[in-house]
């Protein structure tokens, strides 16, 4: 049988198209002319990409899409309240209105374009936007990010207990707020993947690890009654997490455990753990760590369950391998990885009966089990 040999596919590929002649025929052959044109759509995204993400950020700096939450404002009476004047604010309507973000609409008036309403019904993404002001600062010089040629990145400066302090007492609690509330609004991305794939009532008492201001937690409380839960995480997001359990008077339900994974000893008593966008931001050895003592905090059947961005998924190799890719080189620790990859660690540290879940939207978590 002829094996299907991509190699050798792409070795001819190349060879076909790096061929002038050969290229050219192609470029102006009818038969070929969509995806000629693709390519070249693409291309032109991939060059002017920043752009888009800085028309997007203008956006959502502006509370553009908020603003037009109750429908369409004539672009005048929306550049005063923006405070930019009008031939200005008409080209970031138009810009927005290209990316589909807003609608200019025939009286010179703009309205919630598609992709401005998901935004809007998604904080999270929001969120999500605001802080990437702080990723551009280091975007500027790639090369110097790939070369880590800079000790401390903008990136880096914000997620504090990346910089592998070993003193994590020396984070001051503004720092640790800053990131806990951007990971904070963005947590319903991800719970809502968790929660619509994961049957929680198999379990008796659930323990957080690196579980922030405890917001999967509150919210799985409100489904989940008569569960007992507990949140484990550095001092000073511990203390932001007791706030608000306490605000969702949810004191009875959730504990609040304060310490460091990679210092101090899990508390036991739990029959799942979860790790919710806490391994990809530390590197092979401490991931290993990690489990080891997750391992040792389960009793004898107790499931681990892990979500973050993972690759090795269809339609997830831009949002891990380029995205995270980045983004964690610039913050100076941690990479993301494939399902493939985080089973090997998980069997490494001995758990077992190791499964990936479906989810609705890879792009934004996967979802690996396993079991003590
Ligand atoms: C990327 S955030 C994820 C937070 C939360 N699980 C979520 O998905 O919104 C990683 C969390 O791990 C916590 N963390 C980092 N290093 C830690 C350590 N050594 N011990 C305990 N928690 C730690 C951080 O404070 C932060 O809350």
């Given at each position: 049988m002829i094996g299907f040999n991509r190699s050798g596919f792409s070795k001819i590929r190349d060879?076909?198209?790096l061929n002038d002649r050969l290229r050219k025929f192609i470029e102006n052959s009818v038969f070929f002319k969509p995806f000629v044109r693709a390519q070249a759509e693409e291309i032109f995204d991939l060059v002017s990409g920043f752009v888009y993400s800085q028309i997007l950020f203008a956006c959502v700096s502006l509370n553009l899409f908020e603003k037009l939450k109750s429908g369409p404002i004539n672009i005048k009476e929306l550049s005063v309240s923006c405070e930019i004047d009008f031939p200005e604010m008409l080209r970031l309507v138009e810009g927005a209105s290209a990316l589909g973000l807003l609608e200019k609409r025939e009286d010179e008036s703009v309205g919630l374009g598609f992709k401005g309403i998901v935004i809007l019904t998604k904080p999270s993404i929001s969120g999500l936007v605001?802080?990437?002001?702080?990723?551009?600062?280091?975007?500027?010089?790639?090369?110097?990010?790939?070369?880590?040629?800079?000790k401390i990145t903008s990136l880096g400066s914000f997620w504090p207990y990346a910089l592998d302090k070993k003193d994590i007492s020396s984070i001051s609690y503004e720092a640790a707020k800053n990131y806990s509330d951007v990971m904070s609004i963005s947590q319903p991305l991800v719970s809502e993947q968790i929660r619509s794939s994961y049957d929680f009532n198999k379990h008796q008492k659930i323990l957080d690890l690196g579980g922030g201001q405890a917001t999967f937690l509150i919210q799985l409380a409100k489904d989940h009654p008569k569960?007992?839960?507990?949140?484990f995480?550095?001092?000073?997001v511990s203390e932001m997490a007791e706030e608000k359990i306490l605000e969702a008077g949810l004191q009875d339900q959730i504990d609040v455990h304060k310490g460091s994974f990679l210092n101090d000893r899990i508390p036991i008593g739990y029959d799942l753990i979860t790790l919710i966008r806490v391994l990809y931001?530390?590197?092979?050895?401490?991931?290993?760590?990690?489990?080891?003592?997750?391992?040792?905090?389960?009793?004898?059947?107790?499931?681990?369950?892990?979500a973050e961005p993972m690759s090795g998924k269809p339609g997830t190799e831009k949002m891990s391998d380029a995205y995270f890719g980045m983004y964690l080189l610039a913050m100076g620790k941690g990479v993301p990885r494939s399902h493939k990859k985080i089973f090997h660690l998980l069997r490494k540290s001995g758990f077992s009966y190791i499964k990936s879940l479906s989810v609705t939207l890879p792009i934004q978590t996967g979802l690996i089990i396993a079991k003590h």
């Open positions: 060879q076909f198209l605001k802080h990437h002001s702080t990723f551009y600062r280091d975007l500027i010089d790639p090369i110097s990010i790939l070369q880590r040629k800079k569960l007992k839960m507990a949140v995480d550095l001092p000073q931001d530390h590197s092979d050895d401490n991931v290993s760590n990690i489990l080891h003592s997750v391992k040792k905090a389960l009793p004898r059947n107790g499931t681990l369950l892990i």
